[in-house]
């Protein structure tokens, strides 16, 4: 399996801030990774695919770099509504592996 | 627009078998490049994917739980069905259906609300 890790696991930041989350793959998937965000109680939100392609409807303050093993997830500034936990997930192969989650709190 | 609906109980007991079924609308499960995922999430955990079934009836499962999950559907009624044996608490869990497709690359665009099974006796 590939094993995707997140980092940091949790993160605070404030209105307004910068925030990048990174995401590891244990082998290269190209650029088969995607972003969710997900809110407690709602199920995931489709965020970026292919490494950095936004999904329709998504605020172009999201932005999502990289290939081969390490990607990222930048909010360039952050609105109350970001306030989250955000996975990533590959899909270069199955098992469909998700990272652990990194949440975005005040 | 497309939209999935996760139905099943919400309460079984240790060693029954859980069937949740996944009823679609908005796009056919026969088209190409077309698949249904199963996802779920243990309360206050992350993200596990579960199954995944193909426009053209392929099956993957998660290695883990590979002896226990079988994935199926019935593109007449536009629904995929989500099997899994002897089920324990250690499975309690919100269990999401969603669909993907090629256009974006085998992500998941589209997800049920999701449906939170608790195993207990």
């Known amino acids: 399996d590939i094993q995707m890790t997140q980092s940091p696991s949790s993160l605070s930041a404030s209105v307004g801030d910068r925030v990048t989350i990174t995401c590891r793959a244990s082998?290269?998937?190209?650029?088969?990774l995607n972003w969710y965000q997900q809110k407690p109680g709602k199920a995931p939100k489709f965020l970026i695919y292919?490494?950095?392609t936004l999904e329709g409807g998504v605020p172009s303050r999201f932005s999502g770099s990289g290939s081969g093993t390490d990607f990222a997830l930048t909010i360039s500034s952050l609105e109350p509504e970001d306030f989250a936990t955000y996975y990533c997930?590959?899909?270069?192969?199955?098992?469909?592996?998700f990272g652990q989650g990194t949440r975005l709190e005040i | 627009q497309i939209t999935l609906m996760e139905s099943g109980p919400t309460l079984v007991k240790p060693t029954q078998t859980l069937t949740l079924t996944c009823s679609v609308s908005g796009f056919s499960l026969s088209t190409s490049r077309v698949g249904v995922g199963w996802i779920r999430q243990p309360p206050g955990k992350a993200l596990e994917w579960l199954a995944l079934i193909y426009w053209h009836d392929d099956k993957r499962y998660s290695p883990s739980l590979k002896s226990r999950l079988t994935v199926t559907k019935d593109t007449s009624k536009s629904q995929v069905v989500l099997t899994m044996t002897n089920m324990d608490p250690v499975d309690t869990a919100t269990y999401f259906c969603?669909?993907?497709?090629?256009?974006?690359?085998?992500?998941?665009?589209?997800w049920g609300h999701g449906i939170l099974v608790t195993v207990s006796s």
């Open positions: 292919g490494a950095s």
């Open positions: 997930q590959q899909s270069y192969t199955t098992p469909r592996t």
């Open positions: 969603a669909h993907t497709s090629g256009v974006v690359l085998g992500g998941f665009d589209f």
């Open positions: 082998e290269s998937i190209s650029t088969y």
